[in-house]
């Protein structure tokens, strides 16, 4: 009689064990972004950047998980996390996560104040990465929200 009630039973807990989500966990995936490389933005939203004028810049520590950088005026500290690696079609991304820390307080111009927050906002909002050796671009969902190249 138990064994046919664990029979019965057997294909409900697999099921419910199989379907729990689990939490991600973070990771160093094997194409990260390393300490000391600087990584310029080229394109936000998919619309090219002017390269004569001054853009953010970005880098991280994977020792800290903070990734910092100069907005358009003011440098800027985030904490990151990387969790595993989303399979695409279009290829590999890392889920990641920006916490912001804090940024300078000089001054800016008005156009570059309001670029700059719309830069760090947007980097807070980002959902996954994909990294080549020379490329790293940022997403919120599937959506690209921006693309750096390594300096």
């Keep these: 009689m138990r064994i046919k009630l664990i029979l019965l039973l057997l294909p409900l807990a697999i ?3 199989c379907s729990r989500k689990q939490a991600p966990v973070a990771v160093d995936p094997p ?6 490389q600087v990584w310029q933005l080229v394109a936000l939203q998919g619309r090219t950047l ?3 004028k001054q853009s953010p810049t970005l880098s991280f520590n994977p020792d800290t998980r903070t990734a910092s ?6 440098e800027y500290t985030f904490h990151y996390t990387l969790a595993h690696p989303l399979q695409l079609p279009e290829g590999d991304r890392y889920e990641v996560q920006f916490t912001f820390w804090g940024s300078g307080t000089t001054e800016c111009p008005e156009g570059n104040m309001n670029a700059e927050r719309r ?3 947007m980097l807070g909002k980002a959902t996954s990465l994909s990294l080549t050796a020379t490329t790293l671009t940022l997403y919120q969902k599937n959506r ?8």
């Design 15 to 17: 099921n419910i064990s």
């Design 31 to 36: 194409l990260a972004p390393e300490r000391g």
């Design 50 to 52: 002017d390269r004569n």
């Design 69 to 74: 950088g100069t907005a358009y005026c003011n």
């Design 119 to 121: 830069y760090l906002g």
């Design 144 to 151: 690209e929200l921006m693309h750096f190249e390594l300096q």
